[in-house]
Each structure stands twice: as C-alpha cells, then as structure tokens.
C-alpha cells in the first residue's frame, strides 16, 4: 500500500530551535509538494519539486525556511531559527507530474513555544 | 498565489439527505480540479476528480460540476452519512503544475 510517510508526526519546541520535517514521497512520483495548514490560511503551497529540482517556493518565508530534495525518496523542510508562528500542521504531497491528483502524508504537526 | 475560495464555510446536513458543497476559483487557465476529504488528524484524502474539458463527473455517491463561464465547482454527496463528516477542500492545478486549495468547508452529518 503505497503512502507518502511524513515524520514527526508531532513535534513541540521552542522558539528559536532549528526544526526538521521529512517526507518520504511515493515511490515513482516525480513531484513533491509541501503545504502548511493552518485555522485561518487553509492549506497554503510553501514549496513545489518536480524530478527533485525546486520549480516555485515563493510561498515560503526565504529568511527562515529553506526546502531540499536530496535524492528522491526525501524531501526536507527546514525552519531555521523556528518561531511560534510558524505552529502549524505541516503536510508533503506527491503525485505524478500533470497525470492526477496528489498524495497526502499525514502530516506533521509543529508546535512551537 | 491562486485563489480558490469556498461559500460556506460550514454545512450541517440531516443524515439520509443529499450535500451540495461549492467552490469558486479564479484562475480561467486552471485545467484540472480535485475534491478532498479531510478527517480529523489527517492528511487529506482524494474523492474525485474532473478536468477542465468536462462539466460532469460522478463516481459513487458522490458528484462534481464544473461551471468554466462562473469558474465555480461543487460537490455533491448523495444520501449523506455520519462517515461523510470531515473538512471537505476543492483543490485547482494549474498549467503550471501547482495545486492551489480553498479554505474548506466543514460538513456535520446529523444522524
């Protein structure tokens, strides 16, 4: 049964720690996503990756975040330094470029003090 | 960024009856569309799909309509149940590849 693993699933630190998410795409799709899920934006596109290259992160904060594939069976999000808020549920998707839908992991939920 | 906006940003419906959730997009170019379903604690999940060179696609119990001249989709649930309570998200692609969402709208199925 084929799933996009995201981890950690949850993870609580302080302001200022640096904080790693990684995914772990569905084996054969080229296209990698990361969006961030909060109450009041919805799910808003931080990154997108196509045959592992960086194609648009205009979404996402440069100062602080920065997004990497490093082979194709991991994708990182990096906050560096973290700040409370960027608490939010933190969701990769892979999917096949322009042949369907995207595949959602479970997420990872960010909670920072 | 895209923007992909819902009506109704909560739904209560008996259970038994039918649900119509809509969307509006803004982009003309978007060529393909999806409807999500999201359940508490997780990711969200497929239900259906439609491209841009269709108005209708239905799979089982459940619909989509794609209006292209008021860029406005929906779904409809048929004969809902309490299982069909979640956070439900339109989603549009565009020819760029990049999948924009809406807010979402909660449905509670009332038994």
């Known amino acids: 049964d084929a799933r996009v693993t995201q981890t950690p699933r949850h993870k609580v630190t302080e302001m200022g720690q640096e904080v790693t998410m990684r995914c772990q795409p569905i084996?054969?799709?080229?296209?990698v996503f990361w969006y961030r899920q909060t109450m009041m934006q919805g799910l808003e596109l931080l990154a997108y990756?196509?045959?592992?290259?960086?194609?648009?992160d205009s979404g996402m904060p440069k100062d602080r975040f920065s997004a990497e594939m490093p082979d194709a069976t991991l994708a990182t999000l990096k906050i560096q330094p973290s700040e409370p808020r960027d608490s939010a549920v933190y969701f990769c998707?892979?999917?096949?470029?322009?042949?369907?839908?995207?595949?959602f992991g479970e997420g990872s939920r960010l909670t920072v003090l | 960024g895209e923007s992909v906006g819902l009506h109704l940003p909560t739904l209560s419906v008996q259970e038994g009856d039918n649900s119509i959730i809509n969307c509006a997009y803004s982009?003309?170019?978007?060529?393909?569309f999806i409807w999500y379903k999201q359940e508490s604690g997780k990711g969200p999940q497929f239900i259906i799909d439609i491209r841009s060179n269709m108005d209708k696609r239905q799979g089982q119990r459940v619909t989509v309509l794609l209006n292209k001249t008021v860029k406005h989709l929906s779904l409809q649930i048929a004969a809902t149940q309490p299982g069909d309570s979640a956070v439900y998200f339109c989603a549009e692609k565009n020819p760029g590849n990049q999948f924009y969402f809406g807010t979402g709208t909660s449905l509670t199925v009332i038994p």
């Open positions: 998707a892979s999917g096949p470029y322009l042949a369907g839908e995207l595949f």
């Open positions: 084996l054969g799709h080229n296209t």
């Open positions: 990756f196509r045959n592992r290259a960086p194609l648009d």
């Open positions: 982009n003309s170019a978007s060529d393909y």
